[in-house]
């Protein structure tokens, strides 16, 4: 088995920034497991792309897919909603991303979906899991740290949707949140935090869709030799607020009492330091193999003005294949 432990893992990420050696790294929600390898000894089943950063041919798809979903009913996602609803109005949250587990049918392999997929950030990991995610997480270059939390989600076909999304209450405030939230991570790393780009709209094809995502930048300086700490500065940012919520610590017991599943590899972060610079991803869009059967995660930021249908719809839109 591959997996490190928390411990091991930040460790061995520390030691190849250290030695300024390019490697993957791969880490869990809970980062209990962690990969960490150099890219000159990776797998050959494991594919990773991160913008323009890629280590398999591109291949255009030529025969047709099926995609079929059946994901959890009204009553029981509301009644999740309605805990975490009751959690807010005692404090213990403001802000919560809940997700789902569905299971999915599609005539397509994991690597096919994988290579077709069109998203900036992917990961296929052994015929185990992928993910196709329009979220980045951090980029660390020169003396500068970045990061690009992703909150609010439209249909991008509906009448005004850019005007809309920006102008809704409960997405400004759900994205405020965070930003607030990364601000305060970078903080605790870096110094000089500013908000670069506040709430800008980015488009994605999400299937037979097209969504309006909305993302902002935050950027804070970085120390000096910060190469050489890789593992501890990401130990001190995960999991990534954008699918927490806040306050982390809190909402993150909330999380683990009210979803039913284990998130494992899903919402974890996966990135690439190729010896000066690094990238990454959060992992959402993720699918993963149990059992010979196919599941999908999914899920949306819960505040106080959170309507449970409008919830239960966006975690379904985010069932999709890229293509």
Known sequence: MNWLNKKDGFNQINHLGKSRTPFLFIISYDQNKIFAKPLENLDSDIYYKLEAWRNYPVKKREKPFTFSKNPVDFSTYKKALNEILEQIRSGNTYLLNLTFKTPIKTNYSLKEIFTYARAKFKLYYKD??????????????GDS?????????????????????????????????????????????????????????????AGKKELLQVSSKITAKLPTYWQNNIGTLLSQLLPAGSITGTPKKSTVNIINEVENF?????????????????????????????????????????????????????????????F
């Open 128 to 141: 185990e899991f992928i993910c196709f995610s329009p979220e980045r997480f951090l980029e660390m270059e």
């Open 145 to 205: 740290i970045a990061t690009y939390p992703m909150k609010g989600t439209i249909d991008a076909n509906l009448p005004n949707a850019k005007e809309n999304i920006l102008a809704n209450k409960k997405e400004m405030a759900e994205h405020v949140m965070i930003v607030d939230l990364m601000r305060n991570d970078l903080g605790i790393i870096g110094s000089e935090v500013k908000v670069e780009k506040f709430r800008y709209v980015e488009k994605i094809k």
């Open 262 to 322: 284990e998130r494992d590899f899903y919402t974890g972060v996966f990135g690439v330091f190729d010896g000066k610079a690094l990238r990454s991803g959060v992992m959402i869009r993720f699918i993963e193999k149990e059992n010979e059967k196919l599941y999908y995660k999914s899920g949306g930021g819960i505040t106080i003005d959170s309507d449970a249908k409008s919830e239960y719809e966006e975690l379904i839109d985010k069932i999709y294949l890229p």
